[in-house]
Each structure stands twice: as structure tokens, then as C-alpha cells.
């Protein structure tokens, strides 16, 4: 007996923009859950914000724009847990939105992966590169900061002492010249 079994599956893909931020910034966060099954499949993830926070704060809460699939997220929590079904043939949207405020002090890279749940257990406190991560569940946003001006530091009178000591070793260096030209004529 031969059957058929349709299996559900789905991939994600994550997007952040602006690619790089700059202070003040808000950044738009976006996952696309695309069902690429022929089966209704369980969805059972976790967007995991850790190294994101360190450099900003959530400024619009998660939301998604499916039914059947749930968001949860506890202020201030490094994660976004997002579970419930997804049926073949659908895709469902998750967005919100971050700000990197003028006076963070993370480590200027925000990575934001999604991953398992039982995987967010077992994440280590460093940040790692994106490359640890399945294709397109990970984003990195570098945050650039402003130049800063160079404190005035008194080199605008540099130039007058400079050219005083000039004219004066030259002014010494004519006059031993002039007094040798004068003994050897003698």
C-alpha cells in the first residue's frame, strides 16, 4: 500500500532596515514565515533580541499579521516567542520596530537571530556572527556614531612662537656669519 502524506514545512527569512543605524535611528524589524509544505505546520520559534537591546529599545511592540499564530513578548525581555500553526500555501508577517537611543553603550553591532526555543537556552553571552545561523534567521545592523570635533587645544598660537624662533636662528645664524666674514678680513 502506497500512501500519500502531505509534510508541512516553512523557512524564514528576516530583514532589518535601515542595514546601518546611526543615533536616533529607529530600526524596522521584519520576519516572513513562509509555508513551503503541503501540510498545515507547528511554528514554534523564538526571535532573540539580547545583542539587539544592548544598543536600543523596542519602540513599537511585535505584531503579526496571521490568526493562527501567536506573539508573545515580555517588556524589556530579550525574546519574542512566536508559536501556533501555519498552513500551506500562507506566510505570516512579524514586525516591530527598535530605536538606538543617543546614549547607548552596547557593543555598536545589533544581531537579531531567530532560532528554536530550546536553542535560546543554550546561547552564549557573547555575541556570535550570523554565520552560526541558518540562512536568513539572522540580520546584523552596525551602529555608527558621529564624529566627534577635536577639542581646542591652543595649536591656533603654535605658528606666531614658531616664527618668532625662526626669524631669531636665522637672525643668529646672519650674525656668526657676518661676524666670521668680518674677523677672517682682518
Not at 546611526?22 to 520576519?31: A, K, N, R
Not at 553603550?105 to 536553542?119: Q, T, Y
Amino acid at each position: 500500500v502506497i500512501t500519500d502524506t502531505p509534510i508541512g514545512a516553512f523557512m524564514v527569512l528576516k530583514t532589518a532596515i535601515p542595514a546601518v543605524a546611526h543615533p536616533g535611528d529607529v530600526v524596522s524589524y521584519q520576519i516572513d514565515l513562509v509555508s513551503t509544505g503541503a501540510a498545515p505546520v507547528e511554528v514554534d520559534l523564538v526571535d532573540y533580541l539580547a545583542w539587539v537591546l544592548d544598543d536600543s529599545e523596542i519602540v513599537e511592540e511585535p505584531q503579526i499579521n496571521e490568526a493562527t499564530i501567536d506573539v508573545a513578548h515580555a517588556r524589556r525581555s530579550p525574546i519574542i516567542g512566536v508559536m501556533g500553526e501555519l498552513d500551506s500555501g500562507s506566510e505570516a508577517t512579524l514586525e516591530y520596530k527598535v530605536r538606538v537611543p543617543e546614549d547607548a553603550d552596547g557593543d555598536d553591532l545589533m544581531v537579531n537571530v531567530v532560532i528554536e526555543p530550546l536553542s535560546a537556552m543554550a546561547l552564549p553571552e557573547e555575541r556570535p556572527e550570523c554565520g552560526a545561523f541558518a540562512e536568513g534567521s539572522c540580520t546584523t545592523t552596525p551602529v555608527i556614531w558621529p564624529e566627534t570635533a577635536l577639542p581646542v587645544t591652543g595649536s591656533g598660537s603654535v605658528w606666531p612662537v614658531t616664527t618668532a624662533a625662526l626669524v631669531a636662528l636665522l637672525g643668529g645664524c646672519g650674525f656668526l656669519v657676518a661676524r666670521r666674514v668680518k674677523l677672517r678680513h682682518r
